[in-house]
Each structure stands twice: as structure tokens, then as C-alpha cells.
């Protein structure tokens, strides 16, 4: 599961990626343990709860459109 990140002023900043397993559809997409998740289908994502709010909306199966934050660099993918 993945974990609150913060900025570095202690603000909520997203998601952190935790783990990525093997087979999984985030390593399938190209999420890193590590990313920071900021945005899924367009959405601001400032923690895990959120994101998993955002998740239980869709369908299994359903393309998301992902924002990761990796290093300095803000990153976009889509996981199915």
C-alpha cells in the first residue's frame, strides 16, 4: 500500500509508492517504488486514503491516468 508523502514543509504531498509488484499493473505502467502519486485522471491526489477513495470509483479494468512525482520530474502514466 502506499504511504502520505510530505513536501518539505510537512504538507500533505500525495501518495508514495511503497512497493510495485512484479506482475503488477503500476510496474506494468512504469510506477517505481518511490513515485509520489499527485494526480489520477485529472484529480489532485494529497494522500493514500484519497487515492484509494479515487479507486473505488472505477471499474476493474478501467485505464487510469496516473501523475507521479520522481525526483524533481513529474512523470505521466497510464495503468490498466
Do not use: C, H, W
Not at 31 to 40: H, K, Q, R, T, W
Not at 53 to 72: C, I, N, S, T, W
Request: glycine share 12%.
Amino acid at each position: 500500500f502506499p504511504e502520505d508523502a510530505k513536501d518539505e514543509n510537512g504538507k500533505p504531498a500525495g501518495a508514495k509508492v511503497a512497493d510495485v509488484s512484479p506482475d503488477g499493473a503500476a510496474k506494468k505502467a512504469g510506477l517505481l517504488a518511490g513515485d509520489v502519486i499527485v494526480e489520477m485522471n485529472g484529480k489532485a491526489v494529497t494522500s493514500q486514503q484519497q487515492m484509494r477513495d479515487l479507486l473505488e470509483g472505477l471499474k476493474g479494468g478501467e485505464a487510469v491516468q496516473v501523475v507521479v512525482k520522481r525526483k524533481d520530474e513529474m512523470k505521466s502514466f497510464k495503468v490498466t
